[in-house]
């Protein structure tokens, strides 16, 4: 167990309404990345981060903006949540430094209305 | 062309058998790889990591990568019901430090008892 944690595990909200999902571990490690997987995509990298106020983006960051103000916690929000949004959300960190070695939250369900 | 790419499948095996996952990848993405199983609704799991050109086996998993062919594949010996997932391959794309992994579409795995 990496100590990852996100939050909500599930919302529904409207299109337009802003939403923000968090992620949160407890072992202080530097990278921490944000996915969304859909049917027939796979996981796609949204943003991801290499430390406090270090991030950049992914494959499918149009409509995403992160933040990281502590190590502990990695927020993405969609300013204005559209329908093509809906989808389920994952956060990993690593804790081998900056390898493909990533251990994933449960998820966060996402449904746009 | 995708950066790694996989046949969604779905791969369907007589229990007892062995399981070939096949996947692709660009020139962009480097020489490290991985594979990660996701049961339905769970968050994917690292069961591979391969590094070198040849083979790498960890129980009945053997990761292969073939670099000249850019090519990579995991062989589940003995399928066993269990096994039935969703496998994702992935390739670290970019830099030592500031790197990303980017997943392939997956291949839904079916071993029928």
């Known amino acids: 167990d990496a100590g990852i944690t996100q939050s909500p595990r599930h919302k529904v909200t409207e299109t337009g309404t802003p939403v923000t999902l968090r992620c949160h571990q407890t072992?202080?490690?530097?990278?921490m990345y944000w996915y969304r997987q859909d049917p027939g995509h796979g996981l796609r990298l949204i943003h991801y981060?290499?430390?406090?106020?270090?991030?950049d983006k992914g494959e499918v960051s149009d409509g995403y903006s992160v933040s990281r103000s502590k190590t502990e916690d990695f927020l993405l929000t969609l300013e204005s949540a559209t329908s093509s949004q809906t989808s389920v959300y994952f956060c990993?960190?690593?804790?081998?430094?900056?390898?493909?070695?990533?251990?994933f939250g449960e998820g966060s369900r996402l449904t746009v209305l | 062309q995708k950066e790694v790419e996989q046949n969604s499948g779905p791969l369907s095996v007589p229990e007892g058998a062995i399981a070939s996952l096949n996947c692709t990848y660009s020139?962009?993405?480097?020489?490290?790889f991985f594979w990660y199983r996701q049961y339905s609704g769970k968050s994917p799991e690292l069961i591979m990591s391969?590094?070198?050109?040849g083979d790498k086996e960890d129980g009945r998993f053997t990761a292969q990568l073939n670099k000249a062919s850019q090519y990579v594949s995991l062989l589940i010996r003995d399928s066993q019901p269990s096994d039935s997932a969703t496998y994702l391959c992935?390739?670290?794309?970019?830099?030592?430090?500031?790197?990303?992994?980017?997943f392939g579409q997956g291949t839904t795995l079916q071993v029928k008892p």
């Open positions: 990993a960190i690593s804790t081998t430094g900056a390898s493909g070695e990533l251990f």
């Open positions: 992935a390739g670290w794309y970019g830099s030592s430090n500031t790197g990303k992994l980017i």
């Open positions: 072992e202080n490690h530097r990278y």
């Open positions: 020139d962009r993405v480097s020489q490290s």
């Open positions: 981060s290499y430390g406090v106020k270090d991030t």
């Open positions: 391969i590094y070198s050109n």
